[in-house]
């Protein structure tokens, strides 16, 4: 089966940094573009940051380019979103998502307080 | 980042056809085609389209999706309780190398 297990969430004051991962399993997933996808408290779905197979290709939503970082590790074939310079507005649930979304793990959720 | 446009709220009875829209431009929807997900309070997206049509396997076959030029639409047939739900359209853009979302159109079963 496949899955998408996030972890790493949770409260952080403002300037402060974060580390998402995101367990792949029941397939490659340096095999697949893999991207994370937010969502703000009570509101609709926004695109964060994406990785293609080829890991040199990183795409950036313009709110978090220059603060967030996309990588993954084959080894542990799971995906990761360094977060540093966080800010109140970043507050959200965090999803991991594979290819054309057609995956997608259960969330974890970050606070940043103020 | 400019995203994909969907009306806010549909309400539709038990049994009846509902036909949500999304619309994009010629970088997203019209060239890539779009993907659709349903979220029902408390959980996370979940896949009932891609690239159009396609439905993954298990996904049952009252959602089915369409798109004509820049707009994309998934149609619900024997709308259940359960179908009570978010649900969103997205879609690659080749302009701005960015995945775009619709902001989620509500559908309410009364």
């Known amino acids: 089966e496949v899955q998408l297990v996030e972890s790493g969430g949770g409260l952080v004051q403002a300037g402060g940094s974060l580390r998402l991962s995101c367990e792949a399993s029941?397939?490659?997933?340096?095999?697949?573009?893999m991207s994370w996808v937010r969502q703000f408290p009570g509101k609709g779905l926004e695109w964060v940051a994406t990785?293609?197979?080829?890991?040199?290709?990183?795409f950036y939503v313009d709110s978090v380019k220059g603060r967030f970082t996309i990588s993954r590790d084959v080894a542990t074939n799971s995906l990761y979103l360094q977060m540093n310079s966080l800010r109140a507005d970043d507050t959200a649930v965090y999803y991991c998502?594979?290819?054309?979304?057609?995956?997608w793990g259960q969330g974890t959720t970050v606070t940043v307080s103020s | 980042q400019a995203g994909l446009t969907q009306p806010p709220s549909v309400s539709k009875g038990l049994r009846q056809t509902a036909t949500l829209t999304c619309t994009g431009n010629?970088?997203?929807?019209?060239?890539?085609?779009a993907t659709w997900l349903q979220q029902r309070q408390g959980h996370p997206p979940k896949l009932l389209s891609y690239?159009?049509?396609n439905r993954p396997s298990g996904m049952s076959e009252r959602f089915s999706a369409s798109r004509s030029g820049d707009t994309t639409s998934l149609t619900i047939t024997g709308i259940q309780p359960e179908d009570e739900a978010d649900y969103y359209c997205s879609a690659w853009d080749t302009s701005l190398s960015a995945w775009v979302f619709g902001g989620g159109t509500k559908l309410t079963v009364l």
């Open positions: 029941g397939f490659i997933l340096s095999d697949s573009w």
């Open positions: 690239r159009n049509n």
């Open positions: 010629r970088y997203n929807v019209g060239n890539q085609g």
């Open positions: 990785i293609a197979e080829d890991e040199v290709k990183k």
């Open positions: 998502a594979k290819d054309t979304m057609d995956v």
